[in-house]
């Protein structure tokens, strides 16, 4: 199955330079978003997770066909 995916800030650099941010990730039927995470590489803190446009807290939950995820760092500043 194909999902769309952003990521932003330090997390664009999980996917290549070219996709800017945004690509289009297959995974295999019943990939969970911890699936996704894992298979994209990130390993720092996830802020927000939207699917859909819909904020999302639940990692296990299965992703569908057509998914549209963003995924935002947990960033400190000063």
């Known amino acids: 199955m ?7 800030s ?8 070219e996709a800017r941010g945004e690509a289009a990730v297959e995974l295999p039927e019943g990939a ?4 996704l995470v894992e298979h994209l590489g990130i390993v720092r803190r996830i802020k927000i997770l939207t699917i859909n446009g819909e904020r999302e807290s639940d990692r296990c939950r299965p992703l569908q066909e057509g998914d549209n995820v963003r995924i935002f760092p947990f960033v400190v500043g000063g």
Do not use: A, S
């Not at 194909?2 to 932003?8: A, E, I, N």
């Not at 969970?32 to 699936?35: H, I």
């Open 2 to 8: 194909q999902v769309q995916v952003k990521l932003f």
């Open 10 to 17: 330090l997390l664009r650099q999980h996917l290549p330079e």
């Open 32 to 35: 969970t978003v911890d699936d």
